[in-house]
């Protein structure tokens, strides 16, 4: 049965294609990864091994330098297993493009090997990138917006529900979440929408929204009963979604409102 | 005279009952699905009417298949389309692939890959020539089984896992040509067709997708090395014009993903729809989608043939609903742009240029404090197959109105890899019909929440099959949007439906998740 489960969320997060999500689950951890992780001590051993040696031309990152080309998508560091590929070029050199001969012990140069590898694994674990400064906002614009034309101020209070929000989030989670903050597994307060169900014999049902499509429909009441029903035009369904104004709002954003709410909402600590 | 030599190819190498007439390639699909789309036009709309709007309210469960891996494990859920050839269905999974008898679902073999790694996010299925059956696995084999029992013939290298390769994509079988493409775009490499040899599975020809040095549209390059680097993926499989001899495609994103800066210009043949000589690779024409893409919108999704009108006069069409949201209509006899309009509310173009190309909006490319997009990554459509109903004359898309926001996290000069990343904000999905003598969407039925795109096929019996994103399997009226049935499955559907008719009776099968399911009318 968990294969199951595991399967229905691929088939719901594997549309981005080419771009596989953080979250699509794959035996062994980092779906992108799909050689061995080097070692990190060996990594750093290699690092400065490169630095010293190769770092002149090929960069102290290894994306090429002075005349040395980028070995973090060179076909060759790539097909490289240990040193395998890397230290035969090393011990002979490339007379016919300026590289000289490195005689390097074998063990030197599989830590190099090693550092190429995590060179190239943190260009191609992009989910692992570090985002960088997101507050670039002007904050008394992102005060008026949130007061004025955004209108958030109408569910919304700063001494209120988002008091102390910077504290909760991060710069960057808190500019997804004012976008939508769609449920999330460690919300401090989750939000539901609600829904009150009417089937033609006039009882009506109310509670927290568990499901819908168009055919189904089903809830959760105040007292934790579960209640599903069959959609016909003769049952009347009517949801409350607390967020609807937030997808609303998703039509009209420009990239400075987002940025300059942003501005104002870190100053909520 | 092509005809006769591939049926001559065909008797060499030995007809069985598991054999595919290659007769068959070249009609509507009936009684065989004999190619990933059913035939080559990309329509997913089958002649059959045994199952009908007059009587779909009868269709139920014939049979359900739920994947047996062996002792293997199963990555991904059901992508494929399978092929229906002589009564069995031919499918697959990354590292592994199955026939199952297509009246009863029973398993008559499944066959296992030991891999050597790559991404495993999908696979797009079989192609079949004669007894033989070709996939593609993550670790880019191209592998040739034998129908009859799935005992392997060979395995042929097509590109290198270690340079971040993986391969998709359901061959294409165009006379003595199988065609395979490849995908990957973690570490910037470059991306290409090939055409293999059916029997040996040597290289018949390659077609770059990007330039090289000195070659027509490096000027859309800054240097070799961006081009080299330049991605441009070939994971959808492609359509086929046999009157033209041209096979079209939909390339994918350039690279790096979301940084631009170290290859400015549009960045040819990425995000492009091309028309290509099946017998040697060289171009006919292209029509870029995107120019300079930064948003991972690869204009892959099927390139469908219609034989339409345009102010009264017959023409060769060829249109495509656009991971980047824009509906295209070309002539596909010159590639020539009829029609480029939004399927969905956008908001990152500045309008069309004179070659009826959209026009990228730079404020909207991916910033380092975020910029936000719609589409979302995922795009407004993608590799989920849309449909051509040539009765109502519409093309229909499920069609995500998705948002996202996208971060430069690389601002130097010479990014690699994405250079970037998204974050998913919210989207809605809609099945639209789309006229496409106008662009103009004819209904939308709304679903109530959102998610990626989802196959579509259409028959003559006046039915449009697809999945909604609750788990559903639905049957709507194609001219209305009307529904007609539906029934709750395991999970989303995950491939395109297909169908096919065997001894009187119309046979509906879908994949959801690890199950596939076959639906009949009640006897």
């Not at chain 1, 070692?39 to 090929?58: L, P, S, Y």
């Not at chain 2, 059913?38 to 359900?64: C, K, Q």
């Not at chain 2, 990554?377 to 069609?399: I, K, R």
Request: a negative charge.
């Amino acid at each position: 049965m968990k294969t199951l489960v595991a399967l229905s969320l691929l088939t719901a997060a594997s549309l981005a294609a080419q771009s596989p999500p953080a979250a699509a689950p794959r035996p062994g951890g980092n779906m992108l990864i799909s050689r061995t992780v080097p070692d990190a001590a060996a990594v750093e051993r290699g690092q400065k091994i490169f630095v010293g040696n190769c770092g002149f031309c090929h960069g102290t990152t290894a994306q090429g330098g002075d005349g040395g080309p980028d070995l973090v998508r060179s076909p060759l560091a790539l097909d490289d297993e240990r040193g395998d590929k890397i230290g035969p070029v090393l011990e002979q050199g490339r007379p016919g493009r300026g590289m000289p001969a490195f005689h390097l012990p074998a063990d030197q140069v599989q830590d190099i090997a090693a550092f190429l590898r995590s060179r190239q694994q943190a260009a191609i674990d992009r989910n692992a990138y570090s985002i960088l400064n997101v507050v670039t906002g002007d904050r008394e614009k992102g005060r008026e917006y949130f007061n004025g034309a955004g209108r958030c101020h109408t569910c919304h209070s700063p001494t209120g529900d988002l008091a102390g929000i910077a504290k909760k989030y991060d710069a960057v989670a808190l500019q997804s979440r004012l976008l939508y903050p769609r449920p999330r597994a460690n919300d401090v307060q989750p939000v539901h929408p609600q829904v009150t169900v009417t089937p033609a014999s006039g009882q009506a049902f109310s509670g927290s929204l568990e499901y819908l499509d168009d055919f189904n429909v089903a809830l959760r009441d105040a007292s934790g009963d579960y209640h599903s029903f069959s959609r016909d035009a003769h049952l009347k369904v009517e949801v409350h979604d607390p967020l609807a104004a937030h997808a609303e709002l998703l039509k009209k954003y420009t990239d400075a409102d987002m940025h300059n709410v942003l501005a104002y909402l870190v100053t909520l600590k | 005279m092509r005809l006769k030599l591939a049926t001559l190819a065909l008797v060499g190498s030995g007809l069985s009952a598991q054999s595919l007439d290659p007769a068959l390639l070249l009609k509507p699909p009936t009684d065989t699905w004999p190619t990933y789309n059913g035939d080559y036009s990309g329509r997913r709309f089958s002649p059959l009417a045994h199952i009908n709007s007059s009587n779909v309210t009868a269709m139920t469960l014939a049979w359900e298949y739920r994947l047996d891996p062996g002792t293997g494990t199963l990555t991904s859920s059901i992508k494929s389309t399978p092929l229906e050839v002589n009564g069995v269905l031919y499918f697959t999974l990354p590292d592994h692939a199955w026939a199952v008898d297509a009246r009863t679902g029973r398993q008559i073999w499944h066959y296992q890959w030991e891999s050597h790694g790559g991404i495993h996010i999908g696979s797009r299925g079989f192609g079949m020539y004669g007894s033989w059956l070709y996939f593609e696995t993550p670790d880019n084999y191209l592998i040739s089984l034998n129908a009859k029992d799935g005992t392997e013939r060979w395995h042929v290298e097509i590109a290198d896992v270690k340079q971040e390769y993986f391969s998709t994509p359901a061959p294409i079988v165009i006379r003595n040509h199988i065609i395979v493409g490849v995908g990957g775009d973690s570490l910037d490499v470059p991306g290409y067709l090939e055409s293999r040899d059916p029997e040996t599975g040597q290289l018949q020809w390659r077609w770059n997708t990007t330039p090289r040095k000195g070659e027509a549209g490096a000027e859309t390059w800054p240097n070799p090395e961006a081009m080299e680097h330049g991605g441009g993926m070939t994971w959808v499989p492609g359509t086929y014009d046999p009157e033209l001899n041209l096979y079209y495609l939909g390339t994918g994103n350039p690279n790096p993903v979301m940084a631009g800066q170290g290859r400015k210009g549009d960045n040819l043949w990425t995000c492009s729809i091309v028309a290509l000589n099946p017998d040697t690779g060289k171009l006919a024409w292209y029509f870029q989608a995107s120019p300079h893409d930064t948003h991972d919108w690869d204009a892959a999704e099927t390139p469908v043939l219609i034989d339409g009108q345009v102010d009264g006069r017959p023409r060769k069409l060829l249109a495509q609903s656009s991971r980047n949201g824009y509906f295209f209509v070309l002539d596909r006899t010159n590639g020539k742009n009829i029609l480029s309009k939004p399927f969905i509310e956008l908001n990152w173009s500045k309008g069309l240029d004179a070659k009826g190309q959209p026009i990228g909006n730079p404020d909207k490319e991916p910033k380092a404090d975020g910029t936000f997009v719609i589409p979302a990554l995922g795009g407004a459509a993608n590799w989920p197959s849309p449909s051509f109903d040539p009765e109502t004359g519409l093309f229909y898309v499920n069609a995500s109105s998705s948002y996202s926001l996208y971060y430069l996290t690389d601002t130097g000069d010479k990014p690699e890899g994405y250079g970037g990343r998204d974050s998913g904000v919210y989207s809605t999905l809609a099945l639209k019909a789309i006229d496409y003598r106008t662009g103009q969407i004819r209904w939308t039925h709304e679903y109530n929440r959102g998610g990626g795109s989802i196959g579509i096929l259409t028959t003559a019996g006046k039915l449009l099959f697809t999945g909604d994103p609750s788990g559903n399997f639905v049957v709507y009226d194609p001219a209305n949007g009307k529904i007609l049935w539906h029934a709750h499955l395991i999970g989303n559907i995950s491939n395109g439906p297909m169908t096919y008719e065997l001894d009187g009776r119309q046979y509906v099968v879908v994949g959801a998740g690890d199950t596939l399911y076959g639906f009949t009318l009640l006897q």
